[in-house]
């Protein structure tokens, strides 16, 4: 069963935890307006654990600059908790995260099916 995250007007969210990782999944836009709210909440979550993180972005419609930021903070997050954070990103956030080349820090993947597989491999 997944929890609902409040976050913004713009910005929904659902998390499910598992033994060892948790899955966020968002909708919606990942921007200037939600980006304090999205930091602030993923942070908690992370504290909270499991470390092992995937977050779910496949459903984002927009992500920009102030987006961009908030996942590096969160990802640095995650790394300096022991734990992973991986992306599942869609053409858009895909393309975005290219343009200023962090996917391999960011460790986008193409679904979350193979994402699931890293934690398992790990």
């Known amino acids: 069963m997944a929890d609902q995250l409040n976050l913004t007007v713009s910005l929904r969210g659902a998390r499910e935890v598992k033994n ?27 504290k909270e654990g499991p470390n092992q993180v995937i977050l779910d972005l496949s459903k984002i419609e927009f992500l920009d600059s102030s987006g961009l ?4 903070k969160i990802a640095k997050e995650a790394q300096n908790a022991g734990g992973s954070f991986q992306i599942v ?11 200023v080349r962090l996917e391999k820090f960011l460790s986008l993947q193409n679904s979350l099916e193979i994402a699931l597989e890293n934690i398992n491999q790990a």
Do not use: C, H
């Not at 930021?69 to 590096?72: D, K, P, R």
């Open 20 to 46: 060892n990782y948790q899955i966020i999944r968002l909708t919606g836009l990942l921007d200037a307006f939600s980006e304090a709210t999205f930091s602030k909440v993923l942070g908690d979550l992370i």
């Open 69 to 72: 930021g908030a996942l590096v």
């Open 89 to 99: 990103a869609n053409p858009r956030v895909t393309q975005t995260v290219k343009l």
